[in-house]
């Protein structure tokens, strides 16, 4: 092989692993989505005022929900309330 065919090779080498990456990066954040909790749990997602809400449960003080401008605003909103809301207990 010749130094130029060589270079060539290992250029087009560097571009695919670089394109694999990527393609590894879309999917790994695709397969994370279907994980979210807003897929899993399926809230109700709908106008509110002048935003949107995802709810899960019967109202807004047993369940829980998101707030956001869009409905993918509300979702991750939700997805977050849900990682992290506290159950407020009244003993």
């Known amino acids: 092989m010749n130094p130029f065919t060589e270079q060539r090779i290992d250029e087009l080498l ?36 002048n935003q949107w809400c995802a709810l899960y449960g019967d109202n807004l003080q047993h369940g829980v929900c998101g707030f956001g401008d869009t409905p993918e605003g509300a979702c991750a909103d939700f997805d977050y309330n849900w990682r992290n809301q506290k159950a407020e207990c009244n003993t």
């Not at 695709?30 to 897929?39: N, Q």
């Open 14 to 49: 560097s571009i695919l692993t670089h394109d694999c990456r990527k393609i590894r990066e879309v999917l790994s954040d695709g397969e994370w989505d279907l994980r979210s909790p807003h897929v899993l749990m399926r809230p109700k997602v709908y106008p509110d005022g």
